[in-house]
């Protein structure tokens, strides 16, 4: 099994971003294929030397495998719209569509195909993101693989066998970038009060949240060993983390991912229908 090209249907930023990933990972331009409604992306796109598809059904024909990165709400009449250059070409299905399941994009697409699910998240857009993957049961190896690739160009990836898991990938991950933004923002507003100028604050608010987070990548301590290890008796980081405790951090996270997680699945059941 031979996937040479890769097209993607609809190009906003998760698109540009895998894209972008893609390119820079060595993938050769010409063999990404485009097509987006938006007739000054396609001429940004066509400008950086990738191909552009005259229309969904002629993207279709040029893909080996094929991005689905439109809007949930449009994604059953755009599947309707290509379903015969789908069912004559059969390609990979790929899409980053959130809340449609599998089952719904096979059927609207009218067609037993390899369909892989990804939830990936923003920090995609600097080559630093984290998607989950769910492959359904006609996906061979060789797709898991094509996947495998395309993901890790932008970040980290990590596969789930059930596809319900998506939407704890979702809490996790798709919309937990905006927690840590959130958390930052908090501590910038402190760190002015407290005397640092506002670059001062992001520089150091934001490098100490990237070394924490390689620190639990590149590492096999357990996270709350490391907490621990920066905690000195009756220190200050000590002070500051029973704070959080008389708090009740936990609490608030568990609410936030339960709420985040109960809405992915509102979603699923309202947009795949």
């Not at 331009?29 to 030397?49: C, H, M, T, Y």
């Not at 009218?110 to 923003?122: D, G, K």
């Not at 857009?125 to 993957?133: D, I, K, M």
Request: aromatic share 6%; glycine share 6%.
């Amino acid at each position: 099994m031979s996937m040479n090209t890769i097209g993607f249907l609809g190009a906003g930023n998760m698109a540009g971003a895998i894209i972008k990933g893609l390119i820079a990972s060595g993938f050769e331009a010409k063999s990404i294929w485009v097509f987006d409604r938006n007739q000054d992306k396609r001429d940004g796109w066509a400008a950086l030397g990738l191909s552009i598809a005259k229309n969904a059904d002629d993207l279709v024909i040029h893909s080996d495998a094929l991005v689905l990165s439109v809007k949930p709400q449009g994604l059953k009449e755009t599947c309707e719209s290509i379903a015969s250059a789908v069912a004559d070409h059969k390609p990979l299905i790929l899409s980053v569509v959130a809340a449609i399941p599998a089952q719904s994009i096979a059927q609207w697409l009218s067609a037993s195909l390899p369909i892989i699910r990804v939830m990936p998240n923003t920090p995609s857009l600097v080559q630093a993101g984290a998607s989950g993957l769910f492959a359904n049961n006609l996906c061979l190896p060789e797709h898991k693989a094509f996947a495998e690739t395309v993901f890790r160009a932008v970040g980290r990836i990590s596969w789930v066998e059930d596809e319900q898991l998506i939407h704890s990938v979702t809490a996790a991950a798709g919309s937990a970038p905006a927690y840590f933004f959130r958390f930052a923002e908090a501590m910038s507003k402190t760190a002015l009060e407290q005397g640092l100028t506002e670059q001062q604050a992001r520089t150091l608010i934001g490098q100490t949240m990237l070394g924490a987070a390689k620190m639990i990548l590149e590492t096999n301590e357990d996270i709350g060993q490391m907490r621990k290890n920066v905690c000195s008796p009756n220190g200050t980081t000590e002070r500051a983390i029973f704070s959080f405790n008389d708090d009740q951090i936990d609490t608030v996270v568990n609410n936030a991912m339960k709420a985040c997680f109960d809405r992915s699945v509102e979603l699923t059941d309202l947009l795949s229908q």
